[in-house]
Each structure stands twice: as structure tokens, then as C-alpha cells.
């Protein structure tokens, strides 16, 4: 339930609040004051497309708020929490701004979200009906939904089952003709896929073995270089050759050993000395290990890398046909096996993957087709009782001799309803034929089957909150007096708030607001009164003649609310 809403800037409303509540709230006023925004300003709240054009002219963008009253372990608490928002207690917040530029804004349950979630949660809150939806009332589409709205929670039940089944079926059934038509190209594939695989594994590249390769050519081409080099350093550092014989002159390890035992003497007689001494002696060792390691060095080159610079360059060969056939690099050549081994797993499990589909889809259908069937029965039964009773409700909107049939025929194939078209045909006087609603129905008559249909559908399937934009264009008189009883009638177990220009159909509202243009022609917070006494009276009478204070007006007014309370 709506308890209150805040329009500010969008089309001539500069600001206005409507306290609703429950019940039956009409929504009165002056031609232009901005009823109708009223409407559109639910529908913003309700996620409908924004329209920059309806932002007031000067300003830089529109806001609307409702404020609701919904369960707090009920759906649409739910969906607000997902979507980040909360309530507050019972108290559920909406908001929605439009910018002059086009920009939209979504606040639910004081978090941004986008505009979808509105959409989302509309279905649990609120029906509009306005011109449009009159004129959607004429689509075999909609009538079908009334029609299974009537229909009660046993046939949603049914409708909820055949809903994921034809689903499920139908995603099956895409992919099994997807791998059934590409059969031959997944196929060819595979074996494509399987000879490369196949020269990629015989080759069996490891990570960052070209950048490995790449060293070692690079060593055994430059072979007698590193030893001729290696050779000379230890040389100079000892004076251990590579006969083992001893070169005459100085080295580096003979000059360090007498340095150190020079400064060892002379130490004795200055303890300064020490810690020098003590860093020749390590200089000693160092550069003894530096020898033992040339020598290493030495003993593991090759005599000759001829032979092995020929293995190494046939390797790296391999490797770089590999990379110029399937990558950049040789980690690209690599990756590709990797996620080749996986497309291949994939494609030769297709015959088994279709095995399971055929299977799987068989199945689906003849639960589909069996569901379906059980929705077609449960639709027949249901549209002789709804058309019984639409019909009853006819009689006192000025339609009584009117009938209303409804059709359930089945299709040319299934659908994500079920298998069935519905068709409602309405034959308004004795002796007409029942005509299609979409071709036979003037849009008075429209109004009047729509309502008729709320009427007996909300028995069924109760709604939290009705809203009707001028319900009652093109009726007048005992008409529209029936057509607020029936509203009212409706509002006994669901909020109602109507946007009307007709006394009888105000008569019967428990809340009554009137939107007034101002003298510049805007529409301010003022402007928009709950009405009450002798106010409501004279807007009745203003609504009855155009004159507010006329005496046959007001008496005339009078006349309609004692009517409405009586009823």
C-alpha cells in the first residue's frame, strides 16, 4: 500500500504531496492542473522509461518518492535487500529523479539501483490502468494473463511447472540442434586439433627452455674464448699452471701470503696491525677458492662442443617451427596445448552430449506436452466461470444486456504459456454478435469490460494497490455511478486511487485530493488539499457543472455522496 507521495518538478507540479492510505483515494482537478502526473509519477517509481520532457521547465531535474507499507518477510523486502536497500520496520522508501538532460536515478530502500529493480518489484505492488492499458486489453496476450490471473493459485501452480520444463526443453533442445548442424565442423576440428596436439607433445617444449637453449648456444660458440680467459685468470692469481708445474714469476696468491706474514711479524709490536693482517689472510682464502673454481670451470668445458652446439641448435630449431606454426612465443605454443587438450576433451564428448540432449529433450516434451494439456483444461473451466461472472458485472455498467465468451483454442505449437490462444469476445446488446474485443469494442465499453474484469479477478488474485487513469472516459450518468461502486467495491480488499473527472465516480472515494493550478498556472505544494465538508461538496458541484458555488451544484453533490455512503 502507497501510504504518501512526493512529486517535485515534473511536468506543471512545481511540489505536491498526496497523502493516500488505504481504501479508495479519487484524485480530482482543473484541466491541465497535472492529474495525470500523478500517474506518471507512479510510473516512474514503478521503472517505467524516464522522459527528460516531463522534467518542469527552468528546472534541473524531477524527483519523485513513495513511501510504502509492504510485508517485512514478504518478496519485496526480499528483492530490496538484494539490491542493497532496506525497510524501515514495515516502511519501504522509492525513489526516482529525472534530469533535464535524460539522466535517471533509482533510490530503493535508501540505496542507488537501477531502474530495473523498480520494474521488478512493481509486479508485487501495483496495477495501472490507464488509456493504454485499455487499449492493451484488446491484444490476445493480455487477455490470455486476465485469464490466468482468474484462473487461482492451483493453475499458477501448474502455469509456475510448465514455465521452467518448456524452459529447460527449449535451452536443451537449442543446444542439441547447435551440436547436431556443426556436427561435421566440430568434427573437423577435433582432428585438426588432435594433429597438432599431436606434433606439439612429440616435441614436448618446456617453460623457458628456448631461453635456456639460447645460453648454451651462445657458450659453446664462444668455447675456446671462456677457456683461454678462465685459463689467464687463474694463472695470474696462482702460479699453478696447467701441466701442474710452477711459473717463476710472481702471483697474486704467492704476493697476498707474503703481505699477510709481513704485517702477522710486524703485528706483535703493534696490535693495530691486527685487523689488517686478518683481512690479507682472507683475501688468501678468497682468492684461493676463486682458483679452485676456475679450475672447476676449466675441467667442465668441453675439448670440443661441436657436437653438442649441433644438439642444441637442432633443438631450438624445433622449438621456433613450433612457435612460428602456433604462437608467438614458445610459452604462446605451450598455453595453446594446454587449451587444446580441453577444446579436444570438449569436442569428442559431443556423441555422448547428444546421446544425453536426445534424451533429455524427449523427456522435457512429454512433460511440456502433459502440462500443457492440464493448463488447457484448467483454462477451460476457468473461462466459463469468468466470463459468467464479467458478465454479471456488466449488467449494472450500463451493459445489461451485454455477454461476454471467451475462447480457448489451441495453437500451432507451444509457447512459454502453454499451448493455447485466448480469445475474449464480448457482444454488447441482444441480438449483436459477440465480436473479438480487439475489433468489436468502443473505448467506453473497454473501460467498462476492464474494470469488470479487475473486479472479478482481484477475488482471486488480490493486488496490493489499483491505480485507473480516467477509467471512466466516455461514460457518464447511472454508467459512472456503477462504475465508483464497483471501484469502491474493489477498494474493500485492495487500495484503489483513481484519476477522475466524474462526480459519480469521486462520490464514492473515503479520500478525496484535488490539485489546483495556481494564478502562474503551476502547481504547488498548497494546491494539492485532502478535501473534506462543504470543500468536497463544491468540487463535486464543480465536477457536476463547472459552477462550485451553484446551489442545484452543491445540492446535486450533496444527493451523490449520501448516495455513495449508502451504498
Known sequence: MIEELTIRDLGVIAEAVLPLGPGFTAVTGETGAGKTMV????????????????????????????????????????????????????ELLLGRTVSAEGRSRAIVGGRQAPAAVLSELADHLVIVHGQSEQMRLRSATAQREALDRFAGADFAGVLADYGHAYRRWQANAEELARLQSERDRRS??????????????????????????TERAERLNNLEELRQAATIAREQISAENDGG?????????????????????????????????????????????????????????????????????????????????????????????????????????????????????????????RLAAELSALRALAAERFAR?????????????????????????????????????LKPHAGADPRPLGRGASGGELSRVMLAIEVVVAGTDPVPTFVFDEVDAGIGGAAAIEI?????????????????????VAAFAENHLTVVKDRDGSVTASSVRQLQGDERVAEMARLLSGLPDSASGLEHARELISLAHSS
Do not use: C
Open 484 to 504: 465508483g461502486r464497483r471501484l469502491a467495491r474493489l477498494a474493500e480488499s485492495a487500495q484503489v486511487i483513481v484519476v477522475t473527472h466524474l462526480a459519480q
Open 39 to 90: 500517474v506518471s509519477a507512479l510510473g516512474l517509481l514503478l521503472g517505467e522509461r524516464a522522459d527528460a520532457g516531463a522534467v518542469r521547465q527552468g528546472q534541473a531535474q524531477s524527483w519523485v518518492e513513495g513511501r510504502w507499507v509492504v510485508a517485512e518477510d514478504g518478496p519485496v523486502a526480499e528483492r530490496v535487500r538484494l539490491a542493497g536497500g532496506d525497510l524501515d520496520g514495515p
Open 188 to 213: 573437423r576440428e577435433a582432428e585438426e586439433l588432435r594433429e597438432a596436439l599431436a606434433e606439439i607433445e612429440a616435441v614436448a617444449p618446456q617453460p623457458g627452455e628456448d631461453s635456456e637453449l
Open 389 to 425: 461472472e464479467v458478465t454479471a458485472e456488466l449488467g449494472p455498467l450500463a451493459m445489461p444486456n451485454a455477454e461476454l465468451s471467451i475462447i480457448v483454442s489451441p495453437r500451432d505449437e507451444l509457447g512459454a504459456s502453454g499451448g493455447d490462444a485466448v480469445s475474449i469476445l
Open 245 to 369: 708445474g710452477i711459473i717463476e714469476s710472481p702471483d697474486a696468491v704467492t704476493l697476498m701470503n707474503g703481505a699477510r706474514r709481513a704485517v702477522e711479524r710486524a703485528a706483535a709490536h703493534d696490535a693495530t696491525l691486527g685487523p689488517i693482517a686478518e683481512s690479507l689472510a682472507s683475501i688468501e682464502f678468497l682468492l684461493a677458492d676463486v682458483v679452485g673454481e676456475l679450475s672447476s670451470y676449466l675441467d667442465g668445458l668441453d675439448t670440443d662442443g661441436s657436437r653438442e652446439l649441433e644438439t642444441v641448435q637442432e633443438r631450438r630449431a624445433e622449438l621456433a617451427a613450433l612457435v612460428r606454426k602456433y604462437g608467438s612465443s614458445l610459452d604462446e605454443v605451450i598455453e595453446a596445448l594446454e587449451i587444446g587438450s580441453s577444446r579436444l576433451f570438449e569436442l569428442d564428448g559431443d556423441a555422448e552430449r547428444i546421446a544425453e540432449l536426445e534424451t533429455a529433450v524427449a523427456t522435457d516434451r512429454d512433460l511440456v506436452e
